[in-house]
Nanobody, 124 residues
C-alpha cells in the first residue's frame, strides 16, 4: 500500500524559511518522480516543483523559482521542499505526490499517489 506522509509545515513570518518533508512507503521510491503541489482556500491545486527519480532533474514553478528548492534522499525515501523568502501568498496546504512519468508533471491528474498535506501559513 502506497503511503506518503508530509511534515514540517507551520506558521512563519514573511521573509522566513521552512522545510517540508514527505516520507514515502509501499513501492520503490527511486522509480518515481516526486512532486510538490499547494492549494490555498478557494483556489485550484497548483504545481510547485518536481524532481526525477534519480534527483538529477528538477523543475520549479515560476512563482517559486529562486526561493524554493526541491530535493530527495532515496536512501531515506524522502523528498524535501526548502522554502526561503516566504511570502504571504505562499500560504497553502502543501501536498507531495508520486508519478511514473516526467511528461505532464505540472498536472495533478498525472500523479497516482498523494499525501494528506501539511499547512504552511506565512504572516505579513
Amino acid at each position: 500500500q502506497v503511503q506518503l506522509v508530509e511534515s514540517g509545515g507551520g506558521l512563519v513570518q514573511a521573509g522566513g524559511s521552512l522545510r517540508v518533508s514527505c516520507v514515502a512507503s509501499g513501492r520503490t521510491f527511486r522509480s518515481y518522480v516526486m512532486g510538490w503541489f499547494r492549494q490555498a482556500p478557494g483556489k485550484e491545486r497548483e504545481f510547485v516543483a518536481a524532481i526525477s527519480g534519480s534527483g538529477g532533474t528538477t523543475l520549479h514553478a515560476d512563482s517559486v523559482k529562486g526561493r524554493f528548492t526541491i530535493s530527495r534522499d532515496n536512501a531515506k525515501n524522502t523528498v524535501y521542499l526548502q522554502m526561503n523568502r516566504l511570502k504571504p501568498e505562499d500560504t497553502a496546504v502543501y501536498y507531495c505526490a508520486q508519478s511514473t512519468l516526467w511528461d505532464g508533471i505540472r498536472w495533478p491528474q498525472n500523479y497516482d499517489a498523494w499525501g494528506q498535506g501539511t499547512q504552511v501559513t506565512v504572516s505579513s
